[in-house]
């Protein structure tokens, strides 16, 4: 991992849009959070449009639309100190850099969920639009399944003749309407398709993980770098996820009754939590419990991987002591909520 200083050197290259991807990472990571940095990079931007505009040269496909996202992304940001917002805002801002920079080759590569590219970000308009909906802030209204495969399967036939573009301003016009609306304050959001709701700190936390394994999902297929989000980031998502699991033990059928569990995610952004096998009286705690059933330690990014569907639980690589066998329930039940 880079540190501030070596970040810093990079400014120029991003400016000109010549980072590789983990350098993008960790350049809008220091900008998040060093105002300085940000108005260094804001003059050096500036800079090398003018020199553009003196030495034409003919733009690569996308560049504008990236310039606007990477633009986008290092305003000074409206979440201040509420982290899922800002974890909300900063993974849809990579999202849109990365669909605005794909080729028309890229479209029609297959994503890991079986979805070309193409179809992936109109999967996340879908989605989007679905929990802009549940919001209170429809931006499709004219679509009104809410299963999300059906919902994702009708949405692709719609635009199928349409430039993925539209699709990507949908995406863009819901995510603006969502944070719209979790900027306003508290409360809950009923989670389309599934009957029940989250507070709005999950909600947003569980749309920002969805974006993130997305995002992967296009790297993965294009042959790129996968992006770890910041730590800061990594860690509401591991805590959300986390804390799901009475719920999602209870939605696989694999609850244990007045059994408990401590995970021990490690890694920068990890964390210690303890929680109860089933949905009972007992609630999820930060910090470990030496009473519990089965102490289990891994890392934090394969843990959050596991919960996206993503690495098998099988392929995991686990320490865990006390009664081993509620392994295999917590690691079956972790991805009970991730969709395509």
């Known amino acids: 991992m880079m540190d501030d200083t070596a970040t810093r050197e990079l400014l120029g290259a991003y400016a000109l849009d010549a980072c590789d991807d983990d350098e993008v990472g960790a350049v809008e990571a220091l900008l998040a959070r060093d105002p300085e940095a940000r108005r260094e990079a804001d003059e050096l931007r500036n800079a090398a449009a003018l020199l553009g505009a003196t030495h034409a040269v003919l733009p690569s496909p996308g560049l504008r639309d990236a310039l606007l996202s990477r633009a986008r992304r290092v305003r000074p940001t409206a979440a201040g100190g509420d982290p899922a917002l800002a974890l909300y805002e900063f993974q849809t801002d990579r999202f849109e850099a990365l669909v605005g920079g794909l080729q028309a080759e890229d479209l029609g590569v297959e994503t890991y969920n079986g979805l070309t590219i193409r179809e992936l970000v109109v999967h996340m308009a879908a989605m989007e639009s679905a929990f802009a909906a549940s919001a209170g802030v ?87 770098p996968l992006v770890v989000p910041p730590p800061e980031h990594l860690h509401v998502m591991a805590e959300m996820s986390t804390r799901s699991l009475p719920l999602a033990l209870a939605f696989k059928g694999r609850t244990h009754e007045g059994k408990k569990a401590t995970l021990e995610l490690t890694g920068d952004g990890g964390g210690t939590w303890t929680v109860p096998l089933d949905i009972g009286v007992d609630r999820p705690v930060d910090g470990a419990d030496p009473a519990a059933d089965v102490h289990v330690r891994l890392d934090v990014v394969e843990w959050c991987r596991l919960a996206s569907e993503r690495l098998e639980p099988a392929a995991v690589v686990f320490e865990a002591s006390g009664d081993v066998t509620l392994v295999e329930d917590l690691f079956v039940a972790a991805p009970a909520f991730a969709t395509l």
């Open 138 to 224: 429809p931006t499709l209204p004219e679509l009104t399944t809410f299963d999300i495969e059906a919902r994702t399967r009708q949405l692709v036939e719609q635009m199928r003749d349409r430039p993925v573009s539209e699709a990507r301003d949908l995406w863009r016009h819901s995510v603006d309407a969502l944070r719209a609306w979790a900027a306003e304050g508290s409360g809950r959001l009923e989670l389309p398709g599934v009957g029940f709701s989250m507070s709005r700190h999950s909600a947003l936390a569980a749309r920002a993980f969805e974006t993130w394994t997305h995002d992967d999902d296009i790297r993965r297929a294009l042959g790129r």
